[in-house]
């Protein structure tokens, strides 16, 4: 069974401030696929960042970054220069490449303060 | 593009009563996805179209569940009867490309069933 966990159900940062938020999967696969997606207040799920597993090279979009490493099957996400608008729920999410369900982890609760 | 559309925003029903809920996927978009979220389960997937035909309908939890896509620009999930534990948050997404790939999501139609 495919598993995602994030453990940190909240999380706070200060504006500009860099956070990281965790998330740990679990797979048999070799092949697969790990997302973050953003829930701001107004409840849209708006993706963050794609990586796939083949790749090595860590997924970047411009302030978001993550830290895929597959040996230790974990997928952390940094936003650096944090921003007000960056308030929002974050879910990890998995998919293994032989699959037809995407799951999504608990999601973490980021405040970020003046 | 207006984004995938979902209506109602909110619905609010009787136990027992029938309720449907709408999506239209971005236009030229080939998969839809209807998910389901609530604070005791998150985020789960109910069922997933590819190109106007469903794929994976085991997240849908009960028979009185239902849903269709008689063309690419129109969706519904049907709840008949409804029932209290129904209440949630539901979502419509699209992709240009499936699960792998970045799903967009619409608003959300919040559902209380009273």
């Known amino acids: 069974a495919q598993t995602v966990t994030q453990s940190q159900p909240e999380m706070s940062v200060q504006e500009a401030e860099t956070v990281t938020l965790s998330c740990t999967y679990d797979t048999s696969e070799s092949n697969y696929y790990l997302f973050w997606y953003k829930q701001p207040p107004s409840r849209q799920m708006i993706l963050v960042i794609r990586q796939e597993a083949y790749k090595q090279q860590n997924a970047t979009e411009n302030r978001f970054s993550v830290n895929f490493q597959k040996a230790a099957k974990s997928f952390s996400l940094k936003i650096s220069d944090s921003q007000l608008g960056d308030t929002a729920m974050y879910f990890c999410a998995f998919i293994a490449g032989t699959a037809s369900k995407l799951t999504f982890g608990t999601g973490t609760r980021l405040q970020v303060t003046l | 593009d207006a984004g995938v559309i979902q209506s109602p925003r909110h619905e609010v029903t009787e136990m027992g009563q029938e309720v449907t809920l709408r999506c239209k996927p971005i236009?030229?978009?080939?998969?839809l996805f209807w998910y389901r979220q609530t604070m005791m389960r998150g985020l789960e997937l109910l069922i997933y179209f590819n190109n106007n035909v469903p794929i994976d309908d085991s997240g849908m939890p009960e028979d009185r569940f239902s849903a269709k896509m008689p063309n690419a620009s129109f969706s519904t999930l049907k709840i008949q009867p409804s029932e209290p534990r129904d209440s949630a948050v539901y979502f419509c997404?699209?992709?240009?490309?499936?699960?792998?790939?970045?799903?967009?999501f619409g608003p959300g139609t919040r559902l209380t069933v009273t």
């Open positions: 236009s030229g978009h080939n998969s």
């Open positions: 997404a699209s992709s240009l490309r499936g699960l792998r790939y970045e799903q967009y």
